[in-house]
C-alpha cells in the first residue's frame, strides 16, 4: 500500500545548528505536503510541493521535492528554540494525503 | 472562519461503551478527512469523504468503528464497543481540492 518513511525519528541540536528530515516514498507522488506539530497541539501546513525538482524557501526553512517525486526533504537553517516540535512530511496520492511518522525536533538552549 | 471545529475536546469512558466524535469541517471544503494519532502508530488515516460520499476506509481499523457526513458541514466518527487499545487522540481535516489539510484541534479520547 501506500507508505511514506520518514527519518529520523527524533533530532535534538543545539541551538544554532542546522537540522533535516527526509521522505521517501516507494511510488510517486502527485505532491508533499509538510506540517509542524507543537506539543499538545494538532499539525499545522507548513508547505505544499508539487513539481519535480521543486525546492522552496520560507525564512529559515528550505524544502525539496526529488527529481522522481518519490523524496523530500525539509532543512532548518540556525535552529531557534521555537522551532521545537514534530515536524511530518504527507505524501499525496492523489487528494489522499498519507502521513509519515514525523521527526520530533529538540532544541536545546 | 473558524476553522475545523471537534467536539468533544477530551472523551474519557469505560470500554464497551458508544462512542461519538464529531466534526465541523471548514465551509467550501470538498474532502474531509479523519485521523488516530497515537505514540506507537503515529498519525493513521481512518477514513476520507469527498463530497460527503465516503471514498477510502481501508484504515478504519475495525467493524467496531464507523463514520458518517450526512451533509456538508457535519461528519462523526463511532466507535461500539470501545475498547482501551482506542485511546487515542482523533483529528478530523478538511481540504478544498487544492489538497492542503486544515486539521481540527483534536479530540483526546481515553477508554478505561
Known amino acids: 500500500g501506500q507508505q511514506v518513511m520518514q527519518i529520523p525519528q527524533y533530532q535534538h541540536v543545539q541551538e544554532g545548528e542546522d537540522f533535516t528530515t527526509y521522505c521517501n516514498s516507494s511510488?510517486?507522488?502527485?505532491?508533499i505536503q509538510w506540517y509542524k506539530q507543537r506539543p499538545g497541539g494538532h499539525p499545522v501546513f507548513l508547505i505544499q510541493?508539487?513539481?519535480?525538482?521543486e525546492v522552496k524557501k520560507q525564512k529559515r526553512l528550505t524544502f525539496q521535492f526529488g527529481e522522481a517525486k518519490k523524496n523530500s526533504s525539509l532543512h532548518i537553517t540556525a535552529t531557534q528554540t521555537t522551532d521545537v516540535g514534530t515536524y511530518f512530511c504527507?505524501?499525496?496520492?492523489?487528494?489522499?494525503?498519507?502521513f509519515g511518522a514525523g521527526t520530533i525536533l529538540r532544541v536545546k538552549s | 472562519d473558524a476553522g475545523v471545529i471537534q467536539s468533544p475536546r477530551h472523551e474519557v469512558t469505560e470500554m464497551g461503551q458508544e462512542v461519538t466524535l464529531r466534526c465541523k469541517p471548514i465551509?467550501?471544503?470538498?474532502?474531509l478527512f479523519w485521523y488516530r494519532q497515537t505514540m506507537m502508530r503515529g498519525l493513521e488515516l481512518l477514513i476520507y469523504?469527498?463530497?460527503?460520499?465516503?471514498?477510502?476506509d481501508s484504515g478504519m481499523p475495525e467493524d467496531r468503528f464507523s463514520a458518517k457526513m450526512p451533509n456538508a458541514s457535519f461528519s462523526t466518527l463511532k466507535i461500539q464497543p470501545s475498547e482501551p487499545r482506542d485511546s487515542a487522540v482523533y483529528f478530523c481535516?478538511?481540504?478544498?481540492?487544492?489538497?492542503?489539510?486544515?486539521f481540527g484541534p483534536g479530540t483526546r479520547l481515553t477508554v478505561t
Open positions: 469523504f469527498n463530497n460527503n460520499v465516503p471514498i477510502d
Open positions: 481535516a478538511s481540504s478544498s481540492v487544492k489538497g492542503i489539510g486544515y
Open positions: 504527507a505524501g499525496g496520492y492523489g487528494n489522499k494525503l498519507v
Open positions: 465551509s467550501g471544503h470538498d474532502y
Open positions: 510541493l508539487v513539481k519535480s525538482g
Open positions: 511510488t510517486t507522488l502527485s505532491n
